[in-house]
């Protein structure tokens, strides 16, 4: 059964941290890539971070380079993301995507004082 729970979301104040976890089962985990989304209310959804499973290569999105850092845990079939100097423009839902065309269900992350 495809699984992706995202976890990890709250609220965090402007130059904070957080990190946030996916758990996946084997079959969403063995994906060419995983990835972490993220959609802010009126905005299309853009990508956060991609790791592919054969190298590790990373990749980020340009509105988070420097800030975040993607991993994975192939033990435990999770995927990770964690984030510092958070910004108020880092509000939005965090969606775990698989290549395999999977989607987790969301977790809220707000940057708020």
């Known amino acids: 059964q495809v699984q992706l729970v995202e976890s990890g979301g709250g609220t965090v104040e402007p130059g904070g941290s957080l990190r946030l976890s996916c758990a996946t089962d084997?079959?969403?985990?063995?994906?060419?890539?995983l990835a972490w989304y993220r959609q802010a209310p009126g905005k299309e959804r853009e990508l956060v971070a991609r790791i592919t499973k054969s190298d590790g290569t990373t990749e980020y999105g340009d509105s988070v380079q420097g800030r975040a850092t993607i991993s994975r845990d192939d033990d435990k079939k999770t995927l990770h993301l964690e984030m510092v100097s958070l910004k108020p423009e880092d509000t939005a839902v965090y969606y775990c995507?698989?290549?395999?065309?999977?989607w987790g269900q969301g977790t809220q992350v707000t940057v708020s004082s």
């Open positions: 995507y698989s290549s395999r065309g999977y």
């Open positions: 084997p079959f969403t985990f063995s994906a060419y890539s």
